[in-house]
């Protein structure tokens, strides 16, 4: 089985940096992605990283350390609109018939404050 | 454009009833997902399919059935409604191993 540790709720301030960790536990990995979604929304893809190390997409990056089984996605120059839950994701080779599910984490729910 | 569509947006719905919720994509995937989702809850994957003619069950039993006869269309089914089934259904495709798309999900309530 897997199964992905992440915080409920992190509150931070417009303009600041926050980091938003997830730990997971599985038979087998093959990577870790990140989904971000609005109250009321659809889950949307923000980034995936399949070796160690910080993977930057513009304002948001996302680190992964394998031997940690550890992961994060930091957003910096936080924005009122980035207030929203965010996933971490596994595809765990083991997960049963197909390999090619994702396992989500419970989410973390984001809100800026101005 | 390529795109995944999920129709009827919201539904509420007598116990007992049949339903299908609709989802098509046209960006050519042959993997397509459903997730169930609570408010303020995880996904949790009730079906999959990697192509036509091809579906199973998920990690979380459902009492719905999907099919797949055609690539871009992926159905589901609730053979007879209950207020247990009350939740949001999430459509999604993606042919990238970890990369997926969602479409804007299904609100149902049933009474």
């Not at chain 1, 971000?36 to 948001?60: C, I, K, M, V, W």
């Not at chain 2, 390529?2 to 947006?9: E, K, L, S, V």
């Not at chain 2, 797949?68 to 089934?85: G, Q």
Request: aromatic share 12%; proline share 4%; hydrophobic share 30%.
């Amino acid at each position: 089985g897997q199964s992905l540790e992440q915080p409920s709720e992190v509150t931070a301030v417009e303009g600041a940096i926050v980091q938003i960790n997830c730990t997971y536990q599985t038979s087998g990995f093959y990577g870790l992605s990140w989904y971000q979604q609005h109250d009321g929304g659809a889950p949307t893809f923000l980034s995936y990283n399949a070796l160690d190390g910080l993977e930057e997409t513009g304002r948001f990056s996302s680190f992964l350390s394998r031997s940690d089984s550890y992961g994060y996605l930091l957003l910096q120059e936080l924005q009122m609109k980035d207030s929203a839950s965010y996933f971490c994701a596994v595809r765990d080779p083991q997960s049963g018939a197909g390999s090619y599910q994702l396992t989500f984490g419970k989410g973390t729910k984001l809100s800026v404050i101005p | 454009e390529a795109d995944i569509y999920q129709t009827p947006r919201y539904l509420v719905i007598g116990t007992g009833k049949k339903i299908t919720l609709e989802c098509s994509q046209t960006m050519g995937h042959d993997k397509m997902y459903w997730y169930q989702q609570d408010p303020g809850m995880e996904l949790h994957l009730i079906h999959y399919s990697y192509g036509v003619n091809s579906t199973e069950k998920g990690d979380l039993s459902s009492e719905s059935t999907v099919s797949r006869i055609r690539t871009e269309h992926f159905p589901l089914t609730l053979e007879s409604a209950r207020p247990s089934h009350t939740s949001q259904y999430l459509c999604a495709s993606g042919d990238r191993d970890n990369e997926q798309f969602f479409g804007p999900g299904t609100r149902l309530t049933v009474l």
